[in-house]
């Protein structure tokens, strides 16, 4: 059974960066696809990148290209997602989860606001 | 990118309802499609992928059908638990769209 914990919520300010991390356990991960997701207050599901770390190649949706950098740490087991030049409309819940048949684990969110 | 439509966008039904979800994709996914249920408040969990086969603990009253371009996800008896959000979703290609979401709400 996957477990994938998020790192806590943050506060930036309009043009700073996020990196928010996603630290998997109970399973291999260098066998692992791994998608992040986000979600802004009251809206739907969108799908932003993913990164295979046993080949160290990541992927982004078109939107976040130029702003966002996916990457892993296979010694701890972490995945990160940094998004820079932030505005007010990347406030948004962010999900890690693993990239398999449809995204069968998820990480708990992390809450970014950004707000001056 | 492929475009992922979902019909409709909000339903209400009575407990015990069959009720079906729509989608539809622009172009051919063959059968790579995944539906999710999101509780308010919650984190989205996956309910059935390959277009369907239920994921593991998810019940029976689940279901999943159709190819190519359109696809049905059905509750056949609807529970209070089922209120949600549902998401399509299609994987194993990038990018891993989603659908706009289905609200299903008790009557």
């Known amino acids: 059974q996957v477990h994938l914990v998020q790192s806590g919520a943050e506060v930036k300010k309009p043009g700073s960066s996020v990196k928010v991390s996603c630290k998997a356990s109970?399973?291999?991960?260098?066998?692992?696809?791994f998608s992040w997701v986000r979600q802004a207050p009251g809206q739907g599901l969108e799908w932003m990148g993913r990164?295979?770390?046993?080949?160290?190649?990541?992927y982004y949706a078109q939107k976040f290209l130029g702003r966002v950098t996916i990457t892993a740490d296979e010694s701890t087991s972490t995945v990160y997602m940094e998004l820079s030049s932030l505005t007010s409309e990347d406030t948004a819940v962010y999900f890690c989860?693993?990239?398999?048949?449809?995204?069968?684990?998820w990480g708990q969110g992390t809450l970014v606001t950004v707000s001056s | 990118d492929i475009q992922m439509t979902q019909s409709p966008s909000s339903l209400s039904a009575s407990v015990g309802d069959r009720i079906t979800i729509t989608c539809r994709a622009s172009?051919?996914?063959?059968?790579?499609l995944a539906w999710y249920q999101q509780k308010p408040g919650k984190v989205p969990s996956l309910l059935i992928y390959?277009?369907?086969t239920l994921h593991s603990g998810v019940p029976s009253r689940f279901s999943g059908s159709g190819s190519g371009t359109d696809f049905t996800l059905t509750i056949s008896s609807l529970q209070p638990e089922d209120v949600a959000t549902y998401y399509c979703?299609?994987?194993?290609?990038?990018?891993?769209?989603f659908g706009q979401g289905t609200k299903v709400e008790i009557k």
């Open positions: 989860a693993i990239d398999n048949w449809g995204f069968d684990y």
């Open positions: 109970g399973g291999t991960f260098r066998t692992y696809t």
């Open positions: 990164i295979i770390p046993i080949i160290d190649t990541a």
């Open positions: 172009l051919d996914i063959t059968k790579d």
């Open positions: 390959g277009a369907s």
């Open positions: 979703q299609k994987y194993h290609s990038a990018p891993r769209t």
